[in-house]
């Protein structure tokens, strides 16, 4: 989660962005938060947008 002034931070500073998204993709852009989002939603169609609860396997002794 990306608190407000994180966010100021990405729109106004950040000219580069490093993603690490779910299922070991990495992502690089070039650009602000914003572009970055407006983008995210290209490639991610719908499911970006849809918040996924964690899956975390069971701790096993």
């Not at 000219?15 to 914003?34: A, K, M, R």
């Not at 572009?35 to 701790?59: A, G, V």
Request: charged share 35%.
């Amino acid at each position: 989660m990306i608190i407000s002034h994180d966010r100021w931070f990405l729109d106004r500073i950040a000219t580069h962005i490093l993603s690490f998204e779910g299922d070991s993709h990495v992502e690089w852009f070039e650009g602000n938060f914003q572009d970055y989002e407006k983008d995210k939603m290209r490639w991610l169609r719908q499911d970006s947008i849809i918040p996924h609860r964690l899956k975390y396997k069971k701790f096993t002794r």
